[in-house]
């Protein structure tokens, strides 16, 4: 247990729907990051926070993606209009200054 | 933009061996670098992280090196066993102001070790 937490693990959903995942940092830790990982590849960069100031969006993040971290301390990450190709998992990381825990991520497929 | 290479992307031995996995990275301005397990269908579980001022690190069987300049880590995994099967990759963090030091990450190795 690195101490991120996420939830929910699994979502199943279909095409068009909305869907909302949270994280839980490590408390004492300001950084927090979202990545998206694709069956066979390594995580890609998608937003990062300080306390809760969204400070870097990847291009990967279109429109239909909001992430949110109000207090700066959980986050959520929200996807509107579900497309198939949204399929992965999508994993939360939170950071010391110089290392990086990752939750055990929300596998996301839709149908 | 900073490109992280890993190989062989896949690996099968039988248990027992010694192994080397590798990783290069295109811009040496890093933080530091880390190493990480994934299981299937899991997160992340963090192995070892090297310093951009350190050349290795150890745990257990493990020991990870770091040339910086070469932009180069090998991660080396003595004894191999079957419970260490799983995906290893591996991860670069920038250097403050891009990002927050975020982490940039290798395809992974996928590792089988047959009993």
């Known amino acids: 247990d690195t101490g991120v937490s996420q939830n929910p693990r699994h979502k199943i959903t279909k095409r068009g729907q909305n869907v909302t995942f949270r994280c839980d940092p490590i408390s004492e830790h300001n950084r927090l990051y979202w990545y998206r990982q694709t069956l066979g590849q390594g995580p890609e960069f998608l937003t990062y926070?300080?306390?809760?100031?969204?400070?870097?969006k990847s291009r990967l993040l279109s429109d239909r993606f909001s992430a949110e971290r109000p207090k700066g301390s959980f986050s959520t990450l929200e996807i509107q209009r579900t497309e198939q190709g949204d399929s992965a998992m999508y994993l939360c990381a939170s950071a010391s200054p110089t290392e990086a825990f990752f939750g055990q991520g929300t596998r996301l497929t839709v149908v | 933009k900073q490109e992280v290479t890993q190989i062989p992307a896949a690996l099968s031995v039988p248990e027992g061996e010694n192994l080397v996995l590798n990783c290069s990275f295109t811009d040496s301005a890093i933080y530091n670098l880390q190493w990480f397990r994934q299981d299937p269908g899991k997160g992340l579980t963090s192995l070892l992280l090297?310093?951009?001022?350190?050349r290795e690190q150890t745990s257990g069987r493990l020991n990870a090196s770091l040339d910086k300049s070469s932009g180069r880590s090998t991660l080396y995994i003595a004894a191999s066993q079957p419970g260490d099967s799983a995906t290893y990759l591996c991860a670069v963090r920038h250097v403050s102001g891009n990002a927050g030091n975020m982490l940039t990450f290798g395809g992974g190795t996928r590792l089988m070790v047959k009993p």
């Open positions: 090297i310093q951009s001022s350190q």
């Open positions: 926070f300080q306390n809760e100031a969204q400070l870097e």
